[in-house]
C-alpha cells in the first residue's frame, strides 16, 4: 500500500490576535493549494492549551480562525475544517511520538527555548512536547506537503526526523503487515513567497506575533479601515528614502518588511514593487500599503464578522469536518498499532 502523494494538512493556534503574519505566511497558501492537493486545515486548540487559556475566549477563538479560513476562501466542503481536539488520533498518535522523538532533539527546539524563556521549570511538559504533537496532526493524515510560515521549519524537520525513527525502529514489521515502504511519507515543507516571515511593525528584527504586547506591532484580521491605515502610518521605518533595488533594502529590517507585505498583498515581485514605489518618501508609500491593506483585508473581516455571529453554522462546520478528518486517521492508526504490535478492534 502506497500513501497519497498530494496531501496537505496545515493548522492555526486559536490564541488571539490572528495577525497578517499568519493570513500571508500560512493562510493565504492554504487558499492557493486547494487547486491542486487534497487539503485538511485544522484550528489546532491542544496546542493552544500548552499555555493557559480561558475556555470561554478560547471557544470563541476556534471559531473566529474557523470564520478566518472561510472568509479567506477555503472551502469548507470540498477540503476538510475542524478543530483537533474533536479528533482523538492527534493525541492518540503524539503519545506515541512521545516514545519516538528523543530528548536531545526536543531540547534543540528554538520555539520552546523562546516562550519558556527563563521560566523553562514552569513551562508545562506540553509546550516542550508541542513539536511531537504537531508531528502526530501531520502524519496522522500521512501528509505529504506542509505550508507553514519560516518560523515552523525546525519543527517540520523534527517531523521528518520522527517520521524516519519510525519507519526505521519498525521497519520489519511495517513489511510484514503489507506496506512496501516506509509507513509515513517524510513531508515536504512548503515555505515560499514574500511572506514567510512577516515582522512586527515597531521592530523589524521581531516577528509579527500574536503575544506581542503591543497592538502597533502587528495588523489583525479583527482590525477596522481606521486601525489598519493607523497602524501602517505609525509603523517604523527610517529617514531614507525607498531604495529602487532591493540591495538597498539591506540592514534596514522594517523597511524591507513593509515591502514585502506590500508585495504579497499585491501578489507583485519586490523588485517590481521598489522600481515603483523606489526614491520616494515614506509617507507616499505607507498611504498606498494602507489603501491596499484596507482593500484586501476589508472584505476578509466583514465575512468574518458575519459568520462570527452565527456560531450554530461554525460548529457544525467543524463537527462534519471532524467527522470526515476522523474517516482518514481512524485506519492510518489502526496500521500504527498494528505495526506496533499494539493488540485493537
Ligand atoms: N510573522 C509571521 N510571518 C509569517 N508567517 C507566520 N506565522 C506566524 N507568524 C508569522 C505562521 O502562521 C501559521 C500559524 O501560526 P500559529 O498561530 O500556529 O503559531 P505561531 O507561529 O506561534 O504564531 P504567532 O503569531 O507567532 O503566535 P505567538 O505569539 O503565540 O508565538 C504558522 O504556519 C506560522 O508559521
Known sequence: MTYPQNRVFSGVQPTGNLHLGNYLGAITRFVDLQQDFECIYCVVDLHA???????????????????????????????????????????????????????????????????????????SVGLFSYPNLMAADILVYRATHVPVGEDQKQHLELTRDIAQKFNSDYAGSIQKNGF???????????????????????????????????????????????????KVRKARTDPEPLPSEMDGLEGRGEAENLVRIFAALADRQLDD?????????????????????????????????????????????????????????????TDVKSIMGLLHD
Request: aromatic letters at 6%.
Open 49 to 123: 492549551i500548552t499555555t493557559w487559556q480561558d475556555p470561554e475566549v478560547l471557544a470563541a477563538n476556534t471559531r473566529e480562525v474557523t470564520a478566518a479560513f472561510i472568509a479567506s476562501g477555503i472551502d469548507p466542503e470540498k477540503h476538510i475544517i475542524f478543530n483537533q481536539s474533536r479528533v482523538t488520533a492527534h493525541a492518540e498518535l503524539a503519545w506515541i511520538f512521545n516514545c519516538v522523538a528523543r530528548m536531545g532533539w526536543l531540547n534543540r527546539m528554538t520555539q520552546f527555548k523562546e516562550k519558556a524563556g527563563k521560566h523553562r521549570e514552569n513551562a
Open 180 to 230: 512496501e515502504e516506509g509507513y509515513f511519507p517524510l513531508p515536504e515543507p512548503l515555505i515560499q513567497g514574500a511572506a514567510t516571515r512577516i515582522m512586527s511593525l515597531r521592530d523589524g528584527s521581531a516577528k509579527m506575533s500574536k503575544s506581542d504586547p503591543s497592538d502597533y506591532s502587528r495588523i489583525n484580521l479583527t482590525d477596522d479601515a481606521d486601525t489598519i491605515a493607523l
Open 273 to 333: 514593487v521598489l522600481a515603483e514605489y523606489g526614491g520616494g518618501q515614506f509617507s507616499g508609500f505607507k498611504q498606498a500599503l494602507a489603501d491596499l491593506a484596507v482593500t484586501k483585508l476589508g472584505p476578509i473581516n466583514d465575512e468574518m464578522k458575519r459568520l462570527c455571529a452565527d456560531p450554530g453554522h461554525i460548529d457544525k462546520i467543524l463537527s462534519n469536518g471532524a467527522a470526515r478528518a476522523t474517516e482518514i486517521a481512524a485506519p492510518i492508526m
